[in-house]
């Protein structure tokens, strides 16, 4: 395959050439996705991205459906198990908030090893649970790895530009969710059947160990994707502050700058009422299906499964959906089909609620599953929109959202029987998508008025403000006798080779 040239050739960088085309004015981000390739640096971090977040996802939720033996070893009530399951999705909300601006300040690769390693360890531990306590505690520290989904959709965001990067962002994150279908499957209708073979049909000794293989898996993976991939187009951080091609970042500066703007929170509750709705469905699939229509623990998962497995495709085609639209109406596009896939969602949370047969059940949740997840991928079309400079930090508010959904919606079902609580959630979703009429991001057109003036070229996904880099109507002297500046244009901050 022939390699691209990327620009000026005495510019400091780790590559001077590209398997894939890039845009020397968007920070040689790809303006291309190859599925099959796996050159480094922009292909390399898009498949350590979602395979990152894939292990990740599985450990979250491989206690999920073994939580029926769980329970029935441990005496437990229903609302034992699901403070532990609001517990591991809740812990990970600081988790996201610190990680937004972590990723602006240290980049996607190293934290992804930090927490992939750490989160191997509590799930390693699962076999120790011996009261609701320390199983609450356990998933409460397992709930670390929920946090990588903001270095998923932030390194891919830092490899290809805005005209691809709603496709790239819901491809790593859907096939990253997956996780969550595949350990329902591989953890209760596979491993866990065959542990007990193992152990003479002991179901306590099964599932005491088969935590073991994935925690095993995810270290390995966290070691992995520290030495093989790249933190961005032009290297890795550390090298790129030296050479002085990188300004240093203040994480507390990102962080202001997200937090401050109303678009953040307008998509942090509407990602709560599509992710949250998604983390929910992974704690309760299991549980609804083996109480209300009388499934084994193995079949139950096998049924489970499936809401996840939808992410295979669905949350890409949310992506891909929304720069399609965004090709044809600008942010008007996206916001249109953003609303038109919450709305189409939460209707059908309600249907699934009053379905009676189990063969009904399926295919209502498998629609239910495919808006959910295509809901994900348009949040994450609009995310690196909003104020470009700060994009960890805003994807990191966004990406806690859908916990704290998770959360929410975790409360209801500890209380509720089920179809008041799927009656509650489905409400909340049709309200959400009011919210995108509420969404206007500078320079871009909102759902019913206003125009674009700014195109996809005009900004760059580029760093926050830190102590050498400069925003606003501040007046800047040249500093060209450095190796790359950063030059104001248009009230826009673009790095230049000097």
Known sequence: MAEVDSGAPQEIKKYQTYVLNVDPDQD????????CNFSRPHMRAFHCSWWSF????????????????????????KQQVWTSSIVG???????????????????????????????SIPTALTGVIQNALSLALIRLFIGTAGGTFVMCQYWTSRMFTRSVVGTANALVGGWGNLGGGVTQLVMGSLLF???KVFYDQD?????????VVPAVVTFATGVAVYFISDDAPKGNYSEMK????????????????GAMNVNTWLLFVQYACCFGVELTMNNAAALYFKDEFGQSTESAAAIASIFGWMNLFARGLGGFASDAFNTRMGMRGRLLIHTVFLACEGAL?????????????????????????????TSYGIVPYVDPPSTGSIAGIVGAGGNTGAVGF????????????????????????????????????????????????????EYPEGEDDYHGEEDYESGEEDVGYLKEEDGVVAEHAA
């Open 89 to 119: 999705v809740g812990g990970t909300i600081f988790m996201r908030f610190a990680l937004g601006p972590g990723c602006d300040k240290y980049g996607a690769r190293v934290l992804f090893t930090v927490v992939l390693c750490f989160a």
């Open 410 to 461: 975790g409360m209801g079902f500890r209380q509720l029987d089920y179809k008041d609580a799927f009656y509650v959630m489905g409400s909340t979703i049709l309200g959400s998508s009011i919210l995108s009429f509420f969404i206007f991001i500078k320079g871009h057109s909102g759902l019913l008025w206003g125009e674009e003036t700014i195109s996809d070229k005009d900004i760059d996904l």
């Open 28 to 35: 040689d981000k790809a303006t291309e996705i190859k599925l």
């Open 242 to 257: 030296k050479n002085g091609t990188m300004p240093e970042v203040s994480a507390a500066s990102s962080f202001r700058s």
């Open 349 to 377: 949370v309600l249907i699934f609620a009053n379905t009676d047969t189990l063969a009904g059940a399926i295919v209502v949740m498998v629609f239910f599953s495919l808006f959910v997840q295509a809901a994900e991928g």
């Open 203 to 211: 179901a306590e000794k099964a599932w005491r160990t088969v935590s």
């Open 54 to 77: 894939f292990v990740a996802f599985f450990i979250w939720f491989a206690i999920a459906p073994l939580l029926s033996e769980i329970k029935d070893t441990l005496g437990l009530t």
């Open 193 to 195: 059947p065959l542990f």
